[in-house]
């Protein structure tokens, strides 16, 4: 009879120990990662967009990412298109207490081969957008430009600004 007292006890503390659940913590760029609705326009070198190049390509709201480098340290960054707009894929630097990003210059494109991306002026804004329900939502503005593209040449602007809210994941908001 003890035996079996003692067996039932300690299946209970067993039990009753597994029932704990253990803190899971963010990443360091949690503050700055996210999933955006944005849209691309041709801008001059102020970073203004130009009458009439608004969504340059016709694209409409596409889908950019932020999110933490393997590293999970909250001074890189990684910014990707998904291949939504020029398939790149870059690591900048970031600064989580102005919530500011930039790359160092033209750095190597991740996504392929043969293209250098710059990006400028990234900032992500608390609550300063709005979502289609009403809803306050984080906005993202940055600069980007490409070593393959001749469009800016061609057609007399500097950049490309992409703006836009963070997706809520809300289909009334889509």
């Given at each position: 009879?003890?035996?079996?007292?003692?067996?039932?006890?300690?299946?209970?503390?067993?039990?009753?120990?597994?029932?704990?659940?253990?803190?899971?913590?963010?990443?360091?760029t949690?503050?700055?990662?996210?999933?955006?609705?944005?849209?691309?326009?041709a801008?001059?070198?102020?970073?203004?967009?130009?009458?009439?190049?608004?969504?340059?390509?016709?694209?409409?709201?596409?889908?950019?990412?932020?999110?933490?480098?393997?590293?999970?340290?909250?001074?890189?960054?990684?910014?990707?298109?998904?291949?939504?707009?020029?398939e790149?894929?870059v690591?900048?630097?970031?600064?989580?207490?102005?919530?500011?990003?930039?790359?160092?210059?033209?750095?190597?494109?991740?996504?392929?081969?043969?293209?250098?991306?710059?990006?400028?002026?990234?900032?992500?804004?608390?609550?300063?957008?709005?979502?289609?329900?009403?809803?306050?939502?984080?906005?993202?503005v940055?600069?980007?430009s490409?070593?393959?593209?001749?469009?800016?040449?061609?057609?007399?602007?500097?950049?490309?600004?992409?703006s836009?809210?963070?997706?809520?994941?809300?289909?009334?908001?889509?």
């Amino acid at each position: 009879m003890k035996k079996v007292l003692y067996l039932a006890t300690l299946l209970f503390c067993a039990a009753f120990t597994s029932c704990e659940k253990e803190e899971i913590g963010g990443t360091a760029t949690e503050a700055m990662a996210g999933d955006w609705y944005v849209t691309v326009d041709a801008a001059d070198a102020n970073g203004n967009v130009i009458p009439g190049y608004e969504d340059f390509f016709g694209l409409g709201r596409i889908h950019v990412l932020t999110y933490n480098t393997a590293a999970n340290t909250g001074n890189q960054l990684y910014v990707d298109d998904l291949g939504d707009f020029w398939e790149f894929k870059v690591k900048t630097s970031s600064d989580l207490n102005g919530l500011t990003f930039s790359t160092p210059g033209a750095i190597a494109n991740e996504a392929y081969e043969g293209c250098d991306v710059t990006i400028t002026g990234g900032k992500i804004l608390p609550k300063a957008g709005r979502q289609n329900n009403g809803s306050p939502a984080d906005s993202i503005v940055f600069y980007v430009s490409f070593s393959d593209d001749d469009y800016p040449a061609a057609y007399g602007y500097s950049s490309y600004k992409i703006s836009g809210i963070r997706y809520s994941g809300l289909e009334e908001n889509d």
